[in-house]
Each structure stands twice: as structure tokens, then as C-alpha cells.
């Protein structure tokens, strides 16, 4: 009893130092942050995503707490119509905040104060790595004793890796797998020990339920460990084998099966997203440069393919010293080494990074696991490195000296120059650790030494003792020599005792110094001015909050307060990199959109119209497209500069509001509202259709117009006419030339020489149309080809403005097959007769068709006004997870709401299911007999309920499992 309580004074005593200690680098690694008042909240993802999404979710789960204890049907809304145009809040948020445990703390914070819930999960995510890596370490390594100061370290260098430096400010779910992997890893070892499977099926759980992407990978490399732990304990003994085996796979289904209420609606939409359809096809080799560099991203922050596998340089002394010593061959180590091998095998060849990313592009997004491999490694290393000799220690030094000299110099020629001073000082601390390692093993030595010297001359006075015995008359001499050599061993004794004090200080202090001194180098490498400066990238604490009140979205919430509008809108505009998303929290809704899944239907919508987004999970919007823009109901188009040429056709200036509050008058917080002369409500009607099909056979502009004339349909709609799709845009010559040197122009050819040359074509002019470019195959070659850039921008310049257009190149990381783009130049017709293309680089652009089209704006008037006819004393009513419509019908009609098509709607016309239709590629339509009708749309997110049955099945049967489990317990103890 007093044993156990010893005990558990002990570890309370362990985890308080981890924690103190932890707590510390932690501040220290966030000095660039706090000490400039910043948030841990990047200007790029973390303020168009992250941020909005934590605020997002902290407001909705109060809402749904409130609404639980107030007894609202709908808790928990599905949809909602402020994600772009309207999406499911699964599809939206699970990858980043739905799922993950880290982010029910937000409902405690409010949009004032989401900076310190950032500062607190990290914090929380980071620790809890730490202590899991622990945890792990001592499962596997049960029968090995190791010394609290290598646990402490090595889980400090798994915590502060350089996968999680670098995410901690810019995508701070990304550090969950450092906390699920070991966790996942513990509970195959417990399983393989034939204890309980509890924290392996748990493991599985949460893993499954906070984010899927990284689940994905979990999954992967968790059975990679099985695998190869599985062929060394019971290689030889497979039927012993086979029960361990069983277990974990029905406590995987298990974990899977409780994670389904999240994990199956997820992927429900997952499959269908646009993403899937990417063009990438396996590599087999990585280009030169990124073999080149890889070894320095050992001891370095990495920077290509997301390949992050640098820890503290002791971290890699630690790795030298496993292979050196021939700690690789025994028998306990013979699943690290294999493990190690089959990791390395995986950064070089990149079909494991396309593999691991879901068959996407590569990326090494995997290399958390990596980590924990070498600082497991390090951790087991830790008491032999105490205890080299010293021609191991010589060769060692070699080593690790011959690699920073390779390193050194392959930094110098394929980096810049603060790549290359992070490798030295980098390099400088693995050789003082080193140094240090061998003092204590000189130490140790001379110990040892001594007491073997102070063992044989204990025996050879034992001899002398026998000796002096048989003679009485040297008694008194005896006692005399015995004085002095007292006097000799006490002073030995006081200098043994100094010397295991430096030995001591060394292990517990020096060492663990080193390692933090490495986190810290690491941290000043990525965030310092001198380095990287990721930290100035992050916004100070008090621009998060503005972001959300001085936005694009808050500047149309004003405008349609002050004119007085109180039913549905949405809003365009020019896009400014952190403006995105701001509609989520205006409470209104826009046609741009950046989250990770996105509905299928609106991606194909964009390309339907030839709009030439680079990714399928994000928009600007229609990008001038005067129709589109106006189908999908957008009164309001919001820039930062007044510049009637960048709104689309029919768009008049309104306004300039000011959102700066105390700062009045400074441009940053002002913004120019035009709105739309001929708007139209989410609510249009046809009584014609054609079919996608006979659609895509029109120009993309021509497309556009069809769609304001007829329904574009799947299939022929029974009640509607047959219309015809006529080509309405309108083909003018022009003529080329070349501007710039190097560059030649021949049919169907573009040759550039020297990047920003191009051509210039000129044409006739055409009164009150929209002209568009357009580009019909583009492709493009280095002039060498070979090698060369991920994407090619072909600069547009018409009526003053400049347009880009970007083109990404096959096989490259977000390829999606795109290779046909339709520009809309400008709104001011009767300026424009002549256009310059400036290519971004060297290269052959070759294309089967370039041309200029304009499309006729004369009956635009009239044909907007003809799909209102009927919807303009019509009612529209946003509920939660319910559209619903009142309109009176002049005729059998289609009714066309602009919002997103999803398998998860379902209609009622006048109470009754009504079929709900796919209309103009992306909205929903219901069929309408003529008369006064009253239409609902109701969405439950597709796979919930299925997945809410499987996870109550699942937690059921895990509850069942526990309670048999105790009970034999008890009965066992009894």
C-alpha cells in the first residue's frame, strides 16, 4: 500500500513537471506571437476559414444549447444559406471545427475574445500530443527502464516538431493526428498485450469524428504499424496471432460505428464533391531539387510538398546513434527499424504522398507520423548515448559532422541564405549536445574506472592484510597506513560523488536544454523577421473582430438595412483575399465561397460557364458574368475601389459606406456599393426548358443566355415547351500581333521567349454587349519540355483593366482538367476594340480555338422582367432548414429557387411531396399547376439519421462490452 502510494506521488510528480515544463517552451515558442499582440489566426486560411468557422460554431452550439432547453424542433439546423449560396453545415464545417472535441470549447468565447481559444487549443492539442507520445512510449517500451528526462524531452520534440510549428498559426486542427496517432498506436500495443481494447476503440472514435481527411490517413498508417508489428510478434505464431487480429478489427468497426452520426454524412458528401474528379495521375519521381534538399529537413523547417519532418537536431543524433550503435538489429527494435524504412521509402517516392492525400495531388501531409517514429527513436537512445565508448563516440561525430557539411552545402546551393544559416545553427546545437552527451559518457567512464581501480586494490590489500597478520610488530604501522588510506578513499569518494553531479546536471539539465534550444531555433526559423516571419503573417488579436465588422459582407448588410430590405439577397463583388466568407456571420449570403468541400452542383455551375476557378472548393463569383449573377439573386456587388468598369453589366453606383466607426474616412474601412438595376429574387419562373445537353453545345456565353430564355433541365420537363437553343453570341474577326520580344504567334500557337511578352489583338466594336475572350484547349509546354511550372497566368488587358486568367498544368497539385475559359472583359462595350495578352512565363501555349464573342444586352431588360412576372408579389420565407414560397401561378410554370440542389431537400406543393427538380445546372425547381400555391423545401442532412442509428447501435454495444468485461473482473477478484 504505501508502495503504490509512492508511486502515485511519483507520477503525479512526473506529469507536473511535464506540464510546468511544457508550459514554458510553449510561452517561449509563442514569444513572436504574444509579445506583438498577435493572434495564432493566419491572414490567409485561418482569417477566411478558421477564424469564422470557430466563431460560426461557437454561436451555434449556444444557439443550439438554447434552443434544446427552450424546446425547439430543430436544435441544430443542417443548412445554411450564408456558407456561399447555401450549403449543408457538414459539408462546410466538419473539416474544420464539426467533430472535433478541441472545438466545443468555443462555445465559451465569443467573436471578441476567439483569439484566446486559439492560444488555449493549441496549447491543449500540443500538450496532449505530449503526454500521449508518453504514454505510448511506456506501453511499448514497458520492460525498459527510462529516465523521466528522456521521456520529457523526446515528448517535447514530438509536441514542437516541425509539422506542428508550423501549423499552430495556420491550421490548428492539423495538429490533431500528433495527439491521435499515439493514442490509436497505445491502444494496438494494448490490444497485442491481451488487455482491453477500451482506448483503442475510443481512439478510433474521435479520430473518426474530427476530421476525415486526416481519419483517412490515421487509418493508413495505423495499419501500416499493425502490419508490421503483427509479422514480429507473431510472424512465427500465426494462429496465436489470429485472436489479437480479430479483436482489432471488430474494435475498429466498433470506433467507426460510434464516429458514424458525423463520419457517414461526411462521407456521403465527401464522394460526391468535385475533388474527386481531379485529373492527377500517379508520379513516379519527385523533381531533382526535392531530393536535393530533403536531408536538410531533418534538422530545418521543410517547405515543398508539405514535407515537415524536422524536429530538434538532437532528435537526429538520436537516429545516427540507432543505426551506429546497432541498436537497429535487436530484437526489440526490429518494428522501428522496419518502420523507419518503409517511412523513408515513402518521402521518396511520391505516389505515397498522392496515395495518402486521398489520390490528390502529392502532398507528404502524413509526415506527423514520421515524427513520432525518430522521436521515439531519440527517447530509447537517450541512456545509451550516456554510455558510448569513446571510438563510437569518434565515429558519431563523424557522421553527423559529414552530414552538416553536405548538408551545408546543398542548402547553399539549392536554398537561400536563411535556409542556410537555420542549418548551422541548427547544426551547432546537435554538435554541442553531442558534446555534451560525451562528457557524460567520459564521465561515466571514469566512474566506472575508478571503481574497478578501487575494487583491485580492495584485493590486493585483503592480501597484505594476510600477510601483516602473521607479523605483530608492524600492528602499529597498520594503523597508521589504514588512517592515511581512509584520508584517500574520502577524497576519492567527494570526487566521484562531483562527477555523478555532472553527470547528473548534464542529463537533466545540458541535454533537455539542447533539445528545447533546437523547439526554439526551429520557432525563430519560421516565425522571426530573420527567418520566415510566418508570425507577421498572423493577425493581431484586434483585427480578427474588425474583420468580421469592417467586411464586404457587413458593408451589404448596411446598404440593404439602409434601403430597407427585409427579405433574401445576395451579394458579389471584387474578392480581396481575406474578404472571403464574410457573409457567415453578416447573416446574408454571396455568391463566393472558400471551404474545403463544396456543393457539387455550384462547381459545376462555375464550369458550366467556362469561369476558370482554379479549385473546385473555391470562387469569386461569376466574375463579371452579368447573367449569373443576377439569376442568383445578388442586388449588391461590393469593391473596395470605385471603378464602374469591374461590376457586372447593369450595376449602378449607390453608395460608399464607411464601416471604420471611430477611424472615419480611412479607405481600408470604406466600401463602394452598386446595386443592381434589374434585380430579381431568389423566386423565377419558366414555361420552356432545354436540356444540358443541347446547352453545351452554345458558347459559354451563349449559355448564359439560354438560361435567361429557358429552364436548363437534366431531362425534357412534362408541362414545359421545348425551347431552342440558339446561339445568341455574336463572332467578330480580329487581327494579331506580338508585343514584346521573343515571342511568335502562328495559328493555334503562342511561342513566348521572355515571360510578360504576348500578342494584341484587335477588332471591331460592338454597342451595348458584354465581350468575352475565350480559349478553347489551352495547353501549355516549356520550351525545353521538360520540367517547368505548376500553373501559367495569361495577364489580360481590356478597356484599362486588367484581367488574369490562371491555368493549371496537368499532373500539378490542383489540376482539375480545366483547360477551356471564357473572360468576360469589360461592361463598357462601345471603348473596347483592342486587347493585350501578356503570358506570366517562358513557354508554348498551344489552344484549338481563341476568340472574341460579344453577347447582345438589348432584350436583357425585358427578359429578366419575364422570369419576375410572376415571383414579384410572391412571398419567400427562410426558416430553419425550411424555403418556403407563396405564389400565385398565371400558368403551368417551373418554379426555380436559387439555391443549391442537394439529395438532402425534399418539396411539398400545397402540403403535399412534390418531385423537386435539378434546374440550370445547380438550383432547385418545383413543377406548378396554375393558381395562388404555397411551396416548402425542407433539408435534413442526407446519411444523418442512418448514422445516428449506427452510432447509437455502436455505443450500446461498447457499453455492453465494458460491463461483461468488469464483471468477469469481479467475479475473477472474487
Avoid at 503525479?12 to 510561452?27: C, D, E, P, Q, S
Avoid at 482569417?47 to 466563431?55: D, G, M
Avoid at 547544426?427 to 575508478?450: M, N, P
Avoid at 580492495?458 to 608492524?474: G, P
Wanted: hydrophobic share 40%; net charge positive.
Amino acid at each position: 500500500m504505501e508502495e503504490s502510494k509512492k508511486q502515485s506521488m511519483s507520477q503525479r510528480k512526473f506529469w507536473l513537471i511535464y506540464i510546468a515544463v511544457f508550459t514554458a517552451v510553449y510561452g517561449l515558442v509563442t514569444l513572436w506571437f504574444w509579445s506583438d499582440g498577435r493572434s495564432l489566426c493566419w491572414e490567409h486560411d485561418g482569417l477566411t476559414q478558421h477564424y469564422k468557422a470557430a466563431v460560426w460554431y461557437g454561436e451555434y452550439l449556444r444557439g443550439g444549447i438554447r434552443a434544446v432547453f427552450s424546446g425547439t424542433k430543430t436544435a441544430f439546423p443542417h443548412f445554411n444559406v450564408s456558407v456561399g449560396e447555401g450549403a449543408d453545415v457538414f459539408q462546410a464545417f466538419h473539416y474544420y471545427v464539426l467533430g472535433d472535441p478541441f472545438a466545443l470549447f468555443t462555445v465559451f468565447f465569443t467573436r471578441s475574445t476567439m483569439y484566446l481559444y486559439f492560444y488555449v487549443s493549441v496549447f491543449m492539442r500540443l500538450a496532449l500530443a505530449g503526454a500521449a507520445f508518453i504514454l505510448f512510449y511506456r506501453e511499448v517500451f514497458a520492460d525498459k527502464k527510462t529516465s523521466a528526462f528522456a521521456l520529457w524531452a523526446g515528448a517535447l520534440c514530438y509536441a514542437f516538431c516541425d509539422w506542428s510549428l508550423y501549423n499552430l498559426n495556420r491550421h490548428i486542427f492539423f495538429l490533431n493526428p500528433l495527439l491521435y496517432l499515439p493514442l490509436l498506436l497505445l491502444g494496438v500495443e494494448r490490444i497485442f498485450k491481451k488487455r482491453r481494447p477500451a482506448v483503442f476503440i475510443l481512439a478510433v472514435c474521435v479520430s473518426a469524428l474530427s476530421n476525415f481527411y486526416f481519419f483517412y490517413m490515421l487509418v493508413l498508417v495505423v495499419v501500416l504499424y499493425v502490419a508490421v508489428r503483427w509479422l514480429d510478434l507473431y510472424g512465427k505464431r500465426k494462429q496465436e496471432g489470429a485472436k489479437p487480429f480479430l479483436i482489432l478489427a471488430a474494435s475498429s468497426v466498433l470506433g467507426v460505428a460510434m464516429a458514424a452520426v458525423v463520419l457517414v454524412p461526411v462521407l456521403g458528401i465527401f464522394l460526391k464533391d468535385e475533388r474527386m474528379a481531379g485529373g492527377n495521375s500517379l508520379q513516379l519521381f519527385y523533381p531533382l531539387k526535392y531530393y536535393m534538399r530533403l536531408a536538410s529537413f531533418l534538422i530545418k523547417p521543410g517547405n515543398i510538398y508539405w514535407t515537415r519532418i524536422g524536429t530538434s537536431t538532437p532528435v537526429l543524433v538520436g537516429t545516427v546513434l540507432f543505426f551506429q550503435t546497432g541498436a537497429w538489429k535487436r530484437k526489440e527494435n526490429r518494428s522501428l527499424t522496419a518502420l523507419l524504412a518503409a517511412s523513408v521509402i515513402m518521402l521518396l517516392i511520391p505516389a505515397f504522398g498522392q496515395i495518402l492525400n486521398g489520390f490528390s495531388y502529392v502532398s507528404n501531409r502524413w509526415t506527423w507520423a514520421f515524427a513520432l517514429l525518430v522521436c521515439i527513436l531519440f527517447t530509447g537512445m537517450w541512456e545509451p548515448f550516456l554510455q558510448l565508448d569513446k571510438k563510437t563516440r569518434l565515429i558519431t561525430c563523424g557522421i553527423f559532422g559529414a552530414y552538416l557539411l553536405l548538408t551545408a552545402v546543398l542548402t547553399y546551393v539549392f536554398d537561400n541564405p536563411e535556409d542556410f544559416a537555420c542549418v548551422l545553427a541548427n547544426g551547432a546545437i546537435g554538435i554541442a549536445f553531442l558534446l555534451c552527451g560525451f562528457w557524460g559518457a567520459a564521465v561515466e567512464d571514469r566512474t566506472k574506472k575508478q571503481e574497478k581501480e578501487k575494487e583491485q586494490e580492495k584485493k590486493q590489500e585483503q592480501k597484505q592484510e594476510k600477510k601483516q597478520e602473521q607479523k605483530q610488530e608492524k600492528k602499529q604501522e597498520k594503523k597508521q597506513e589504514k588512517k592515511q588510506e581512509n584520508k584517500q578513499e574520502n577524497k576519492q569518494e567527494q570526487k566521484n560523488k562531483q562527477e555523478q553531479k555532472n553527470k547528473t546536471w548534464i542529463q537533466s539539465g545540458i541535454l533537455p536544454g539542447l533539445c528545447i534550444a533546437g523547439i526554439i531555433a526551429m520557432a525563430a526559423e519560421l516565425y522571426s523577421p530573420y527567418g520566415a516571419d510566418y508570425a507577421s503573417a498572423s493577425l493581431k488579436n484586434r483585427e480578427l473582430e474588425r474583420s468580421i465588422k469592417r467586411s464586404q459582407g457587413g458593408a451589404a448588410k448596411v446598404a440593404a438595412k439602409e434601403d430597407g430590405i427585409d427579405t433574401f439577397y445576395r451579394f458579389g463583388g471584387d474578392e480581396e483575399f481575406s474578404e472571403w466568407n464574410t457573409a457567415l456571420l453578416a447573416g446574408n449570403s454571396t455568391t463566393a465561397y472558400y471551404w474545403s468541400i463544396s456543393n457539387p452542383y455550384q462547381s459545376r455551375y462555375i464550369d458550366f460557364f467556362q469561369t476558370g476557378e482554379d479549385f473546385a472548393f473555391q470562387s469569386y463569383g461569376y466574375h463579371l458574368k452579368t447573367i449569373p449573377t443576377t439569376l442568383s439573386a445578388v442586388r449588391y456587388y461590393v469593391t473596395k475601389e470605385k471603378n464602374p468598369l469591374n461590376v457586372p453589366y447593369g450595376f449602378s453606383f449607390s453608395r460608399t459606406i464607411d464601416l471604420g466607426n471611430k477611424n472615419k474616412g480611412k479607405k481600408k474601412d470604406q466600401y463602394q456599393i452598386y446595386t443592381n438595376d434589374y434585380a430579381v429574387s431568389a423566386l423565377t419562373t419558366y414555361d420552356s426548358f432545354i436540356t444540358e445537353e443541347e446547352a453545351k453545345r452554345l458558347s459559354a456565353p451563349g449559355r448564359q443566355m439560354a438560361m435567361l430564355e429557358h429552364a436548363i433541365t437534366e431531362s425534357p420537363v412534362e408541362g414545359l415547351s421545348e425551347g431552342s437553343a440558339i446561339e445568341s453570341a455574336r463572332e467578330v474577326d480580329y487581327t494579331m500581333e506580338t508585343v514584346g520580344k521573343k515571342v511568335t504567334a502562328s495559328k493555334n500557337k503562342i511561342t513566348v521567349g521572355k515571360k510578360e511578352s504576348g500578342i494584341r489583338l484587335s477588332f471591331e466594336t460592338y454597342p451595348n454587349c458584354e465581350p468575352y475572350l475565350v480559349i478553347e484547349n489551352l495547353n501549355y509546354e516549356t520550351l525545353s519540355g521538360k520540367g517547368g511550372p505548376t500553373q501559367v497566368e495569361l495577364w489580360v488587358k481590356a478597356d484599362g483593366q486588367e484581367r488574369v486568367l490562371t491555368h493549371n498544368i496537368p499532373n500539378t497539385r490542383y489540376y482539375r482538367g480545366v483547360h477551356d475559359y471564357t473572360l468576360c472583359l469589360t461592361n463598357r462595350s462601345e471603348t473596347l476594340h483592342e486587347i493585350e495578352i501578356a503570358f506570366s512565363n517562358q513557354g508554348v501555349y498551344t489552344y484549338d480555338d481563341l476568340r472574341i464573342l460579344y453577347l447582345p444586352m438589348d432584350e436583357y431588360p425585358s427578359m429578366i422582367a419575364e422570369r419576375k412576372s410572376d415571383t414579384e408579389d410572391a412571398t419567400l420565407t427562410i426558416a430553419r432548414d425550411e424555403i418556403s414560397a407563396e405564389i400565385t401561378a398565371s400558368k403551368e410554370e417551373l418554379l426555380c429557387f436559387s439555391f443549391p440542389y442537394s439529395d438532402g431537400w425534399e418539396a411539398y406543393l400545397d402540403g403535399a411531396p412534390a418531385k423537386l427538380l435539378r434546374v440550370n445546372i445547380k438550383n432547385m425547381g418545383v413543377m406548378l399547376p396554375a393558381g395562388a400555391h404555397e411551396i416548402k423545401l425542407v433539408y435534413h442532412t442526407p446519411l444523418l439519421g442512418a448514422g445516428a442509428v449506427i452510432s447509437l447501435l455502436g455505443w450500446l454495444v461498447f457499453a455492453g462490452v465494458l460491463i461483461l468485461q468488469l464483471r468477469g473482473k469481479s467475479k475473477l477478484g472474487r
